[in-house]
């Protein structure tokens, strides 16, 4: 079975800092890993995502995560956060019928 | 560019009815998914379609919940006699499976007092 810990609830940040979201998976087959954003009522928003390929992966918003096999991590990094990256994230993995396994979710807030 | 839509946006129902949650996946999509999430809890999967049958289901979905693709377009979870645990937002989701990637709705919140 397939799971994902995300370490930390709540990230406060100041406008221009770095973001730094993480993940851990847990997994008996080569993951699929994901990254989705949820604005305030609204709903999932693919970021980016980790399917084999490069183990650095660019998303949208100047987003990026890097797969390490070693540590089982995929964490999620924004050189300088902006205003409008304030928003709930949630890492995930997939099985070999696409579902998703979703983490706990991380509210990101940004200072100004 | 094409969505994944969700109807009703908010749902309140009294304990004991039975609700219809309807999505409109997008179009060339073949696997369809419904996820829930309880206030202050992670998305949690319930249940994925493929080929007009449950393809999986998690322990949540039991009995009292259903799902159908009653045509081409629309994919329907049921819930047969709601109850006040049942209180969440249902989210919705359609696979490209070229890209492996799922396309989520803007999700139903359903009220049960």
């Known amino acids: 079975a397939q799971s994902v810990t995300q370490l930390g609830s709540h990230v406060s940040v100041s406008e221009g800092a770095l973001v730094l979201l993480r993940c851990n998976y847990s997994?008996?087959?080569?993951?699929?890993l994901f990254w989705y954003v949820q604005y305030p009522n609204q709903g999932l928003q693919l970021l980016l995502k980790?399917?084999?390929?490069?183990?650095l992966v660019k998303g949208i918003n100047d987003f990026e995560a890097e797969f390490k096999k070693s540590e089982t991590s995929f964490h999620l990094t924004k050189p300088s956060a902006h205003m409008s990256d304030a928003a709930e994230y949630f890492c995930?993995?997939?099985?070999?019928?696409?579902?998703?396994?979703f983490g706990a979710g991380t509210t990101v807030t940004v200072r100004a | 560019e094409p969505e994944v839509t969700q109807t009703p946006s908010h749902q309140v129902t009294q304990m004991g009815q039975e609700v219809i949650l309807r999505c409109v996946p997008i179009s060339n999509h073949l696997y369809f998914y419904w996820y829930r999430q309880i206030l202050g809890q992670k998305v949690e999967f319930l249940v994925s379609f493929y080929n007009n049958e449950i393809s999986e289901k998690s322990e949540i979905f039991d009995d009292q919940f259903s799902v159908e693709r009653p045509d081409g377009s629309n994919f329907t979870l049921k819930i047969r006699s709601t109850k006040l645990e049942d209180s969440a937002m249902y989210f919705c989701?359609?696979?490209?499976?070229?890209?492996?990637?799922?396309?989520f709705g803007p999700g139903t919140r359903l009220t049960v007092t």
């Open positions: 997994s008996s087959v080569p993951p699929y």
């Open positions: 980790y399917t084999s390929a490069a183990t």
């Open positions: 995930a993995v997939s099985s070999n019928d696409y579902k998703l396994s």
């Open positions: 989701a359609s696979l490209d499976w070229t890209l492996d990637e799922q396309y």
